[in-house]
């Protein structure tokens, strides 16, 4: 059996990119994956094809932005496998603009869903984690989150914080729960979607040209889920070999 072999492993946005790709990567090698996002159809059309590969999925509509949610839908993989052995916190916004906007309302979504909803992700799995004596936590970052640039100030801040927060629960678990964050560099995905500043969608476009693809940020994932349960994999930078940042 590999390291994958048999886990049960909960994922959040996965209607697409990183986490679509994460879920189908790891059900090929042998996990139970049950994911959730707010595109239910998505979803349904995700776990269909896995299934028709022989894979096991289970999905669930999910709103990481509500801890009950979250906390039903971790309940929920427990109730489908019995255990949930990792958690990959992956569900992310990143509608980009000048401070100077004062797009508020697109700050605050930022904060909602790619900082509460990486908490909210720990609420609910660390009791249940904790009771099992093993698990794991993989926070999706970005390289966001190590350095900051122009109309990204709030989505910056938020990434850092995903990278403390992180650091922070690696030190209060001790040695039976293991937590790894995984930064992408630019990555093909929908994240750039939600950008409605027209100057910072161009720029995004423009940076978008030498993107990754979303399967090579799962395999790190599935890389850091694989390792021996004495190694724990703190964390992983991902881009493409051609970008400057």
């Known amino acids: 059996m590999s390291g994958i072999e048999g886990k049960v492993v909960a994922i959040t946005g ?19 994956v049950v994911f959730g996002a707010r595109r239910a ?75 509460r909803g990486v908490l909210h992700g720990i609420a609910a799995g660390l009791p249940v984690m904790q009771a099992q004596k093993s698990g794991q936590f993989v926070n999706v970052s970005s390289i966001a989150g190590h350095a900051v640039s122009p109309t990204a100030a709030v989505y910056c801040a938020t990434k850092f914080a995903v990278g403390a927060i992180s650091e922070g629960l690696r030190q209060e678990v001790g040695g039976d729960i293991r937590v ?34 979303p399967e090579a940020i799962a395999r790190a994932i599935a890389f850091a889920i694989e390792q021996p349960e004495d190694v724990d994999t703190s964390e992983i930078i991902v881009r493409p070999t051609a970008s400057p940042y």
């Open 41 to 115: 159809g998505r979803l349904a059309a995700l776990a269909d094809a896995i299934g028709g590969e022989g894979g096991s999925a289970r999905w669930r509509p999910l709103d990481v932005t509500r801890l009950e949610d979250v906390e039903a839908f971790v309940g929920f993989a427990r109730e489908s496998f019995g255990r949930v052995d990792v958690i990959v916190n992956n569900a992310g916004v990143m509608p980009l603009s000048r401070l100077e906007e004062g797009k508020v309302d697109e700050w605050n979504r930022m904060i909602d869903v790619n900082i």
């Open 14 to 32: 996965a209607s697409s990119g990183i986490g679509e790709a994460t879920a189908r990567l790891l059900a090929r090698r042998g996990a139970h």
């Open 180 to 213: 790894t964050v995984v930064s992408p560099g630019v990555t093909e995905s929908e994240l750039a979607e939600s950008i409605s500043d027209p100057d910072a969608r161009a720029l995004m476009r423009d940076f978008r040209r030498i993107a990754i693809s």
